[in-house]
């Protein structure tokens, strides 16, 4: 059934208890054991409430995961662009960056903007909460 809905395009969540359907958790897209027994082996997805509460959870958390690697691949992205833009002016003027320099700018400069940029959405997320509940 499974790779029947799968084969038309749709994606398939399964949960159960692993009793007799390891083989539907392992082949659908998100297969959720709802007991601590050997199906936590099975699937992907162990869930130790008996009920398919979990699921809405599953998902915020797939979302956030996917977010999150998004947001870290574009960083790395704008990094490496950033550095190799500066080394190639730094090039065309025939001169480069030291080690130390190299260091400088990885520890304080990349980490500090890391931080702040952190902070700088949990502040506007807490912002947007309050005048959400409000």
């Given at each position: 059934?499974?790779?029947?809905?799968?084969s038309v395009g749709y994606f398939v969540a399964m949960c159960?208890?692993?009793?007799?359907?390891?083989?539907?958790?392992?082949?659908?897209?998100?297969?959720?054991?709802?007991?601590?027994?050997?199906?936590?082996?099975?699937?992907?997805?162990?869930?130790?409430?008996?009920?398919?509460?979990?699921?809405?959870?599953?998902?915020?958390?797939?979302?956030?995961?996917?977010?999150?690697?998004?947001?870290?691949?574009?960083?790395?992205?704008?990094?490496s662009l950033t550095q190799f833009t500066s080394i190639i002016?730094?090039?065309?003027?025939?001169?480069?960056?030291?080690?130390?320099?190299?260091?400088?700018?990885?520890?304080?400069?990349?980490?500090?903007?890391?931080?702040?940029?952190?902070?700088?959405?949990?502040?506007?997320?807490?912002?947007?909460?309050?005048?959400?509940?409000?």
């Amino acid at each position: 059934m499974i790779e029947a809905l799968q084969s038309v395009g749709y994606f398939v969540a399964m949960c159960g208890d692993g009793a007799n359907d390891c083989g539907a958790l392992k082949v659908a897209h998100a297969g959720i054991a709802l007991s601590q027994a050997e199906a936590s082996v099975a699937s992907p997805f162990t869930s130790g409430v008996q009920n398919i509460s979990c699921v809405p959870r599953l998902i915020r958390e797939g979302r956030c995961a996917l977010a999150t690697s998004f947001g870290t691949f574009k960083f790395m992205m704008g990094y490496s662009l950033t550095q190799f833009t500066s080394i190639i002016l730094l090039y065309s003027v025939k001169s480069s960056l030291s080690d130390m320099q190299f260091l400088y700018i990885d520890l304080f400069l990349i980490t500090s903007l890391g931080v702040t940029c952190k902070f700088l959405i949990y502040l506007l997320l807490v912002i947007y909460h309050i005048q959400s509940s409000t």
